[in-house]
């Protein structure tokens, strides 16, 4: 993209309003959420969503070897399906709909939303789950959140 390709578009001041109601309070998801989430703050200072899942984050929780997460490691790593995703690799569409699949690979691997926001909402961003650094009750001999099966007996 280049000025000139945006030289005819509104300016944001014109627009901030409506791109605010229409992220609303939902989730996002974003892959090296901080990034995103401080500029898209900047510049909608009353925005407020309910939380930011990291797909960077969640990567490194799922895949604590794999040498790199960005997202072509982790599209060759995980192999979502992005048949039918828009644009070409390395453009935002494109990005952006492999972020929301790999999202999809990953957020499998739990069995609840509370397991999941607590490996992939990065600290001092919304959603961070209110538990979070604190010890459980019952100490160290609280299973994992993943292993259902010592729960059980």
């Not at 791109?19 to 200072?45: K, N």
């Not at 609280?142 to 729960?151: A, L």
């Amino acid at each position: 993209m280049t000025n000139e390709v945006f030289a005819e578009e509104p300016a944001w001041e014109k627009i901030a309003d409506e791109v605010g109601a229409l992220l609303g309070t939902a989730w996002i998801a974003e892959h090296h959420s901080h990034i995103d989430y401080r500029v898209l703050a900047a510049y909608l200072p009353q925005w407020r969503p309910a939380g930011v899942i990291d797909t960077l984050r969640l990567a490194k929780a799922n895949s604590p070897g794999l040498p790199k997460c960005t997202l072509d490691a982790l599209i060759e790593h995980l192999a979502p399906n992005l048949c039918e995703a828009p644009a070409q690799r390395h453009r935002a569409a494109f990005e952006a709909y492999a972020t929301a699949q790999l999202l999809v690979v990953m957020a499998s691997r739990y069995e609840t939303w509370d397991q999941l926001i607590a490996s992939a909402v990065p600290p001092g961003l919304p959603g961070v789950p209110r538990t979070r650094n604190k010890s459980p009750p019952c100490g160290d001999a609280c299973s994992p959140p993943h292993d259902t099966e010592s729960r059980r007996t």
